[in-house]
């Protein structure tokens, strides 16, 4: 992983709790001896180990957000946004961690549930997404259209 200036580490949902439903921008995508096979199946390095590592920045954390992957799910759509599609140059990886937005009945067991919603969007699509300074000629239907997902990945379980 890139060298990170911040001590912020994301591992525990009490942790990434602290930015549930704010959008992020991913910069780095590590597994950490995981991997996605072609049939889709996830092989995990061991049982303790999370399946891979990001660097986030989120409005509400600043940048260099150390972000630890431990469900197999949000680390196949992040498998699959990063190495199976890939990201283009005029593109940007933005997530939501949430365990506000689950399908009713499903918040019980959300602390098993997968809680990232992955897109690949428009490279400024965070900035207008967290700054409403930017480009405030874009507003409603064409500010959506502008920051609007091209591929996104949402847990089954999430409304």
């Known amino acids: 992983m890139q060298h990170s200036e911040s001590e912020i580490v994301l591992l525990k949902d009490k942790e990434w709790s602290v930015i549930d439903g704010e959008p ?17 199946k996830v092989h995990a390095m061991d049982k303790t180990t999370p399946y891979a590592g990001i660097t986030i920045e989120c409005q509400k954390l600043g940048k ?19 190495r199976e599609r ?29 809680k990232l919603w992955v897109a690949v969007c428009p490279k400024g699509a965070f900035k ?25 990945w949402k847990p089954e379980v999430m409304e």
């Open 86 to 114: 890939t990201v283009k140059e005029d593109e940007e990886v933005i997530i939501i961690w949430t365990r506000k937005h689950y399908k009713t009945g499903i918040k019980f067991v959300s602390a098993f549930m997968p």
């Open 64 to 82: 260099n957000i150390s972000g630890f992957i431990t469900h197999k799910i949000d680390f196949k759509h992040l498998w699959a946004a990063f």
């Open 24 to 40: 992020c921008r991913v910069f780095n995508f590590n597994p950490l001896g995981s991997s996605v096979d072609t049939d889709g």
């Open 128 to 152: 207008l997404m967290t700054d409403d300074d930017y480009k405030p000629e874009l507003t409603g239907l064409e500010r959506w259209e502008a920051q609007r997902p091209i591929i996104d």
